[in-house]
């Protein structure tokens, strides 16, 4: 699981010194930007003003507690990330750190990929074809030479969950450390994973799964993710990794891989 912490700084800045506040922050960014403890960083500001004062508040996302405090700051950049921010370190109402919780979501102002691709029936069609397919590809029918009568079905359980539909996957089969364990001893190579991410785009196209090219960016991304992904851990020297949820993809990218 992820160590991420965020640190929320609360600031109350005399309104006469906004202007230079935000310039202050403005150049310090650059040291954030650099950091590689940094995950990402965001300055907003209150939109309710009090009279004579502005309220900003400073999140930034560290790769752990410890980074921030035993890396950043004892890093080369923090003197001059601090230069800048030394000024208004007297107007600091609140400096916290704290961990995410798993009360986390999107709102439907943005439907999810899994809403965008039809739902479960899109899902069902995905697989049912893609596997039609596999099992027909001379590369690739071997590796699936014992394949359970319910695996298509399970795959498309995998795929709504992690494109933001209900978690009948997790609460069924597992999570993260469930899906990559069917991997390990398979030897995947690099011709056959390729051949798996054109399959399952012609299958996508076959389902009739939406053909935007924002929604087939976004499910082309997590395919060629987590394909190089089971092509590590079908390998010898794979660990396996800690128990970790499924993962949720979106209309963005995913971080670096951390196992």
Not at 54 to 81: C, M, N, Q
Request: net charge negative.
């Amino acid at each position: 699981m992820t160590t991420e912490t965020v640190e929320y700084i609360r600031y109350r800045v005399p309104e006469d010194r906004s202007a230079e506040f935000l310039a202050a922050y403005t150049r310090a960014a650059g040291e954030l930007a650099a950091a590689p403890q940094c995950v990402d960083y965001e300055l907003a500001r209150c939109e309710e003003s009090t009279e004579g004062s502005e309220h900003y508040v400073l999140r930034i996302t560290w790769t752990s507690t410890e980074d921030h405090l035993e890396g950043f700051r004892k890093s080369e950049l923090f003197p001059a990330f601090f230069a800048e921010i030394r000024p208004y370190v007297e107007n600091i109402e609140e400096m916290r750190h704290y961990k995410p919780t798993a009360v986390r979501g999107t709102g439907s102002s943005v439907p999810s990929l899994y809403t965008w691709a039809g739902g479960a029936d899109a899902f069902s069609r995905l697989t049912s074809a893609f596997y039609d397919k596999v099992l027909k590809d001379d590369l690739l029918a071997p590796l699936f030479a014992d394949l359970a009568p319910d695996h298509a079905e399970h795959v498309a359980l995998w795929l709504s969950e992690v494109f933001g539909g209900p978690p009948a996957y997790s609460l069924t089969q597992g999570g993260h450390g469930h899906m990559v364990a069917k991997h390990f001893g398979k030897h995947i190579t690099e011709p056959q994973r390729r051949r798996w991410v054109n399959l399952i785009q012609d299958a996508a196209d076959e389902a009739g799964l939406p053909t935007d090219a924002e929604f087939r960016s976004a499910f082309l991304a997590y395919i060629e993710w987590g394909t190089r992904l089971a092509v590590y851990f079908s390998g010898p020297d794979a660990k396996p990794p800690a128990e970790q949820p499924v993962p949720h993809w979106n209309w963005g990218a995913m971080p670096p891989y951390r196992g």
